[in-house]
């Protein structure tokens, strides 16, 4: 089990390699990171900065760097993006606040423009990677894969007819050459912290499997709703979009639906599996360095760690 005392968190406003800490002042934060094709956000409100520190943010950061965790325990970065809006005010006479709302790749997402030519003979990995690499012609700079999407796409078209039968043409956003490679292929794309993260629809990203439970963070009980597995536990920077949690099936409330004097359960179907293992689709994370906030929520979706064509073996961490 990790220690999950001594709340740590780091607050890094940037542009290039000219960088303003905020880790010492109290603030807030709550950032919402998903598998969607829109970009990752955060919001952060940073209490009682001097006025002049406040007008530098104004007008020279661009970036910004969260990283959250425990001093003895898990640590890590929980969102980086791009500064998008910035509001000043007061809660109290005494407190003073700047608001930060941030985006995580949304100039990938809303601007870049791919021109590429593909030989004939390409197979899906290739065309995946040129779309990845290539740059935008409007000057946006391509995204580096996660270090683990280059596995997870070696993979791509098994069983199908892999190579181009004759060369292609794309030009358009790349956001859509990329999702629709994903569709055909049967993948979920998305940004995170600034890669491109490509994961199975029916499989994770590699790594030891995040156990949840009563004593290792799992606040309350978890249930099954339409989207998925709900669940909130202590804040956790090791749980990311794409990878796996562990949450023992009899932690879970099971939910009966009735519909025209017919019962079905659960609301989702496998739903849940006797090995509890989970992929996590979307996690909110929320925290006051100040106060009580210190949480993860999710939604995830059962996986069969045990299938055919899946990762390698999982292993499990606390």
Known sequence: MANQFGRQASLIVSTGTQGLDLSQLRFKFQTRNADTQAPNTLYVRIYNLAPTTVQTIQKEFTTVTLQAGYESGNYGIIFQGTIKQIATGRERNVDSYLDIWAADGDEFYNFAV??????????????????????????????????????????????????????????????????????????????????????????????????????????????????????????????????????AQSDINQITQQQQGLQYSPAVANATTAAGFYRVMLATFSGDTRANDWYVDIVCLAVDTTAPNQNDSVSVAG
């Open 114 to 247: 791919i021109s590429l030519s593909l030989a004939a003979g390409q197979t899906p990995e290739q065309v995946i990677n040129a779309i990845q690499s290539a740059p935008s012609v409007n000057g946006v700079a391509p995204v580096q894969y996660a270090s683990d999407a280059q596995g997870l796409v070696a993979g791509a078209g098994a069983g199908q007819a892999q190579a181009l039968s004759r060369g292609k043409v794309l030009f358009g956003m790349t956001r859509d050459y990329a999702r629709d490679w994903a569709d055909k292929y049967g993948y979920r794309w998305s940004l995170q912290n600034g890669q491109f993260v490509v994961v199975p629809i029916t499989g994770y990203r590699p790594g030891e499997a995040v156990v949840l439970s009563s004593t290792t963070g799992l606040i309350g009980i978890p249930e099954i709703t339409n989207e998925g597995v709900t669940a909130r536990a202590l804040l956790n920077p090791l749980i990311r979009i794409g990878c796996l949690v562990q949450i």
